[in-house]
C-alpha cells in the first residue's frame, strides 16, 4: 500500500478585513484532501479560488485557522520535511544580482545539498531547463519565462521527493509549456510526486492522473481525470466527407459544422441509426461515430455553475 | 551558528556588494581627501584634530544611511518581492532568515568601516606624516561606531519586520536622532517631576543610547577611553541588538506572507 503523499484535514484560512481588523473574509473553507505518492495531481479552480492559499498554508508562509496536514508521512509544520519538497511560487521573483548557476547553488545550500553535488547539479537541472547557455548571466537581465525556467529548477534542484508548482505554465510559450509537460512526466517516471494549480484545463487534463476543483475557497469535486471525464452524455458525434448536411439529418436535430470536406454533427444517441440511414441512402462516406464524453473543461463549468447556482439561492 | 545562517547573511552581503552599495566609498574618498587637502592648507596645529573629526564622522554618518536604508528593506523587500517564498519553502527556520539577514548587513557595515578607516589612517598620514601611539585610540572610535550599527541594523530589522520601508526608515532614523541625545534625554528625565519624569525616564532607558558611543571628540584631542566604558558598550551593544533582533523574530515568527 502506497502512503499518501499529502493528506489535507480539515484546512482552513480566514483572514480578519477591514480597519480595525474585525470583519472575517474567509479565503480558504476546511478543505480534506489526499494525494497518493507518485501522482500528478491537478488543483483547478479559476483566480482567487484559493489554489495560491492552499498551496502557501502547506509552504507555512501563512498560518491555518484551523486544521491540519501531513506530507511525506510527517507534519506539515516540521521544517526538516521542507528538504524533501520543491515549490514553484506564481509569477516567481528571484534575486536578481545572482546568476541561475548561483542561484541554484544558493537554494541548494540552503536545502543542504552537499557542496560536492551543487555545482555538478546544477549543470544538470540548468540543462534540463533550457538555460544552460545562459547561465552566466544575471537574472535581472532574464524575461519573464526565463524566470519561469530558474523557478522550475530551483523547484527540483534539490531533487525532492514532493513538488509543488503554482501556475507553472505562467509566461512559457508553447514550446516552453510544452517542455514543462514534459519535465512533469519525468518526475513522475522517476516517482515523485507532483501538485499542480492551474487554471490552463488543457493542462491538467493532458497531464493529471488526478484533480480537484476547488471554487471560492471550497473544494467542489475530485477525481481521477479519466473518471471525470468518461461519462457519456447521451449523445454520438458523427463525421462524414463532403460539405452536405442532408435535410433528413437536419431534421433529426443535430448541431453541425463544416470543416474542409468534412462534417461534424453532434445528435442523440438514439438517432444514431437513423443518420447513418441518411448518409446511406445520399451515398456519402462515412469516417466514424464516436460517443461524446465530457470533457474536464465541460465537468469544471458544470461544477462551477452548479456552485454559482447555490450561492444564488442562498443568497 | 547554523550553517543556513552563513549562506543568508553571504547572499545579503553579496547583493549589497552587487547593488553597489560600497560604491560610498568612493563618496567617501573624495571627501576626506579633499578636506585633507584643504585643512592642510587652511588650519594650524589642528590639522590632525578636525581630519580625526571629520573622517570619523563621515565613517559613522556613511555607516548609518547604509544600515538604514538597506536594513529597513531586508525583510519587506523580500515579501513584497516575493523572494521569501523560495526561501521559507526550505528547510529555513525564520529566526534563521532574520539572523542571516542581520549577519549579512552588518558584515557589509564592518567590510564598509575597514576600507573606510583604511582612508582616515591615509589622511591622517597625509597631514601629520607620521602615526603616534595616541592615533590607536582611532580604534576604539572605529569599534564603537561598529558597536552603533549593530543596534541600528537590529532596529531597522526589528521595524521592517512589521512595517513598510519608509515608515521604517522613518522609524529607525528618528531613534537614531533620539538615541544620539539619549544623555540629554536622561538629564532631562533627572529634573523633570511626577508623570512627565517617569515618561521621560521610560523613553530615556527604552532608546539606544548613542551617545555613549560617541567619543570622537575626546579621542581627537588623544584622551584615553577607560577599559569600563569599553566593557559597556560592548555589553550594552550586544544586549540591545539580542533584544532588537527577538523581538523582530517574534514579529516575524507570526507574520503570515500576503
Known amino acids: 500500500m502506497t502512503m499518501a503523499a499529502i493528506e489535507i484535514l480539515g484546512l482552513e484560512k480566514t483572514y480578519m478585513v477591514g480597519f480595525w481588523r474585525k470583519r472575517p473574509k474567509t479565503a480558504l473553507r476546511p478543505l480534506n484532501l489526499t494525494v497518493e505518492e507518485g501522482e500528478i495531481f491537478g488543483f483547478l479552480g479559476p483566480n482567487g479560488a484559493g489554489k495560491t492559499t492552499t498551496l502557501k498554508l502547506l509552504m507555512g508562509l501563512i498560518f491555518p485557522t484551523a486544521g491540519s496536514a501531513r506530507m511525506l508521512g510527517r507534519d506539515f509544520t516540521d521544517p526538516e520535511i521542507k528538504a524533501q519538497i520543491g515549490f514553484l511560487p506564481e509569477q516567481p521573483y528571484f534575486y536578481d544580482h545572482l546568476t541561475a548557476h548561483e542561484l541554484l547553488e544558493y537554494y541548494g545550500q540552503l536545502s543542504g545539498v552537499p557542496a560536492k553535488k551543487r555545482k555538478q547539479r546544477a549543470e544538470e537541472v540548468l540543462q534540463q531547463v533550457g538555460l544552460r547557455d545562459i547561465q552566466g548571466v544575471q537574472l535581472r537581465k532574464f524575461s519573464k519565462g526565463m524566470l519561469q525556467r530558474v523557478g522550475i529548477g530551483q523547484a527540483i534542484f534539490h531533487d525532492p521527493k514532493l513538488v509543488f508548482f503554482d501556475e507553472p505554465m505562467s509566461g512559457l510559450d508553447p514550446m516552453g509549456r510544452r517542455e514543462v509537460r514534459d519535465l512533469m512526466e519525468q518526475l513522475k517516471l522517476a516517482g515523485k510526486t507532483v501538485f499542480f494549480s492551474t487554471h490552463i484545463l488543457s493542462d491538467a487534463e493532458a497531464l493529471c492522473d488526478r484533480v480537484a476543483i476547488i471554487h471560492r475557497g471550497e473544494l467542489r469535486g475530485v477525481g481521477a481525470v479519466e473518471d471525470l471525464t468518461s461519462s457519456v452524455q447521451g449523445k454520438v458525434e458523427v463525421i462524414w466527407q463532403g460539405t452536405l448536411v442532408p435535410a433528413s439529418i437536419k431534421a433529426l436535430g443535430a448541431q453541425y459544422h463544416v470543416t474542409g470536406d468534412t462534417v461534424r454533427a453532434v445528435l442523440p444517441e438514439n438517432q444514431q441509426d437513423a443518420a447513418i440511414d441518411a448518409l446511406r441512402r445520399e451515398r456519402i462516406r462515412l469516417i466514424a461515430i464516436t460517443p461524446v464524453r465530457t470533457s474536464l473543461e465541460d465537468y469544471f463549468v458544470e461544477k462551477l455553475q452548479r456552485a454559482e447556482t447555490t450561492a444564488g439561492r442562498i443568497a | ?258
Open chain 2, 1 to 258: 551558528m547554523s550553517a543556513r545562517i552563513v549562506h543568508i547573511a553571504s547572499n545579503t552581503f553579496r547583493e549589497a556588494v552587487r547593488d553597489r552599495v560600497l560604491y560610498n566609498l568612493i563618496a567617501f574618498a573624495l571627501l576626506l581627501s579633499g578636506a585633507s587637502i584643504l585643512v592642510g592648507q587652511i588650519s594650524i596645529d589642528i590639522e590632525k584634530l578636525v581630519v580625526i573629526n571629520l573622517g570619523l564622522t563621515a565613517v559613522s554618518l556613511f555607516g548609518v544611511v547604509i544600515a538604514i536604508f538597506i536594513g529597513i528593506g531586508l525583510v519587506s523587500k523580500e515579501i513584497e518581492k516575493r523572494t521569501l517564498y523560495t526561501i521559507l519553502s526550505r528547510p529555513v527556520r525564520r529566526w534563521e532568515f532574520i539572523v542571516g539577514k542581520f549577519f549579512g548587513l552588518a558584515g557589509t557595515l564592518v567590510v564598509n568601516v575597514f576600507f573606510m578607516a583604511i582612508g582616515v589612517f591615509a589622511a591622517l598620514f597625509y597631514v601629520s606624516h607620521k602615526f603616534i601611539a595616541a592615533d590607536a585610540l582611532i580604534f576604539v572610535a572605529l569599534y564603537f561606531i561598529i558597536l552603533e550599527f549593530l543596534i541600528l541594523c537590529s532596529l531597522a530589522l526589528l521595524f521592517s519586520s512589521f512595517s513598510s520601508p519608509l515608515l521604517s526608515a522613518v522609524f529607525a532614523f528618528s531613534l537614531f536622532v533620539i538615541g544620539s541625545f539619549a544623555e540629554d534625554l536622561r538629564g532631562f528625565a533627572g529634573m523633570a517631576h511626577g508623570f512627565t519624569r517617569w515618561l521621560a525616564t521610560g523613553a530615556a532607558y527604552l532608546v539606544p543610547n548613542f551617545s555613549a558611543f560617541n567619543v570622537v571628540s575626546s579621542i581627537a584631542h588623544e584622551q584615553p577611553v577607560a577599559a569600563q566604558l569599553i566593557l559597556h558598550n560592548t555589553l550594552y551593544a550586544l544586549f540591545y541588538a539580542t533584544m532588537a533582533l527577538s523581538g523582530a523574530v517574534l514579529i516575524f515568527e507570526r507574520r503570515n506572507l500576503k
